[in-house]
Structure formats: structure tokens, C-alpha cells
């Protein structure tokens, strides 16, 4: 079955306890993406990948990294979280070209006390 | 920038009676536009697109068209069932950069039987 999954599913941690989401894809897609889903506010992009070792920042992506090293891959890395990181992720791939569909993963709901 | 602007929520309807969630956007170019839709407790799913002006994107009896003119997508369905009461999200893809899918905050809506 064609899916992106992500890992952990729910998680609560504390402020500066470095933490990492996975993301990984079946479908052999070159691009793949980092949001960040909050009330009010829809979702935000944090980080992109365009193919393997290629990255870039989206609109929020103060206290967050990401790498690409293989292309079914994209782990979203935290490396000091903060509560203003408390939210929902969702990671998500496409294929090439601007017009293909984006598939999300379930997402994470991440909490930071 | 571009940007999406959706009706805010919650949409509270009857089952059977006929939806409309307004989305209109802001972009410099010609965007793809999209209805993603997100399930209590899920991801995203893509629910319709189009790709050009005057494109009809349709699917599960939901339609939107790509008015150029108006420069909106406004989603319908004739007759909502209690498995529509969902999250739906309006968003555009920028066909030059296509680095991110710009999402409006979203529109609840809740159907009763």
C-alpha cells in the first residue's frame, strides 16, 4: 500500500530534550515536506527536500532541522524543543512537478512542557 | 506572497442539504489549485484539483472550478452526508517554484442527520 508514515504518533517531552521524528515514503517520491499544524493558523510549511541531499527552509523553521539521505527519508529533528514547538507535524511527499497530489502521513502530535 | 483565503468555520449543516465553502487566493502566477480534506484523528487526503482556468475538479460529489477571472475555488456538494463532517482545507501550488503548498486555516464542517 501506497502511504507515508510517521513515528512517533503522540509524544510528550520536556523543554530541551532532543527528539527526533521520523518520516518515511513507499512511493519512491523525489519530494518530500515538514508542516506544522496549529488552531488557527492552518498548516505552515517548516522544511522541504526537492530529492537526497537536498534541503531547504520553509516558512517556520527556527528550531528545526531535517536531512535527506535517502530518498525514502525525511526525519524532522528538534534539537532543543520548546512549548512553542507543542503541535501537530505532518510530513508529506510528492512526486516531481508542481502539480502532483501531496500524500500526508498520519501525523505527530507533539507536546513540550 | 501568495496566500489563500478560506470561509472560517464551523459550517453546521443537515444532512442533504447543499454545501458551499468559499476559497480564494492571491498568487502571481498560475497556481494548481486543491481541497484537501482531513478526517477527525487523520492526515490530509486530496479530495479535488485543477491545474488551469476553467478546470472542473471533481470527486465522492464534491466540485470546485478554477475561476481565473475571480480568482477563487469554491467547493460544492448538492447534498452533504454525516461521513462529510470533516476539516477542509483549500490550497494553492505555485507552478513556478512548487516548493509548498499554501494552505487557507481551514473550515470545519459538522452535518447532523
Known amino acids: 500500500e501506497a502511504q507515508v508514515t510517521q513515528n512517533p504518533r503522540y509524544l510528550i517531552t520536556v523543554t530541551g530534550k532532543k527528539l527526533t521524528v521520523t518520516c518515511s515514503q513507499n512511493?519512491?517520491?523525489?519530494?518530500m515536506s515538514w508542516y506544522r499544524q496549529d488552531p488557527g493558523l492552518g498548516l505552515r510549511q517548516i522544511y522541504y527536500?526537492?530529492?537526497?541531499?537536498?534541503?531547504d527552509k520553509g516558512d517556520v523553521p527556527e528550531g528545526y532541522k531535517v536531512s535527506r539521505k535517502e530518498k525514502r527519508n525525511f526525519p524532522l529533528i528538534l534539537e532543543s524543543p520548546s512549548p512553542n514547538q507543542t503541535s501537530l507535524y505532518f510530513c508529506a511527499s510528492r512526486l516531481a512537478g508542481t502539480q502532483q497530489e501531496q500524500y500526508f502521513g498520519p501525523g505527530t502530535r507533539l507536546t513540550v512542557t | 506572497g501568495d496566500s489563500v483565503t478560506q470561509m472560517e468555520g464551523p459550517v453546521t449543516l443537515s444532512e442533504e442539504a447543499f454545501l458551499t465553502i468559499n476559497c480564494t487566493y492571491t498568487?502571481?502566477?498560475?497556481?494548481?489549485l486543491f481541497w484537501y480534506v482531513q478526517y477527525p484523528g487523520e492526515g490530509l487526503q486530496l479530495l479535488l484539483k485543477?491545474?488551469?482556468?476553467?478546470d472542473k475538479g471533481s470527486n465522492k460529489g464534491f466540485e470546485a472550478t478554477y475561476r481565473k477571472e475571480t480568482t477563487s475555488f469554491h467547493l460544492e456538494k448538492g447534498s452533504v452526508q454525516v461521513s462529510d463532517s470533516a476539516v477542509y482545507f483549500c490550497a494553492l501550488s505555485d507552478n513556478q517554484a512548487g516548493t509548498a503548498l499554501i494552505f487557507g486555516k481551514g473550515t470545519t464542517l459538522s452535518v447532523s442527520s
Open positions: 527536500s526537492m530529492n537526497v541531499e537536498v534541503t
Open positions: 498568487a502571481t502566477g498560475y497556481p494548481s
Open positions: 512511493m519512491n517520491h523525489e519530494y
Open positions: 485543477a491545474t488551469k482556468a476553467d
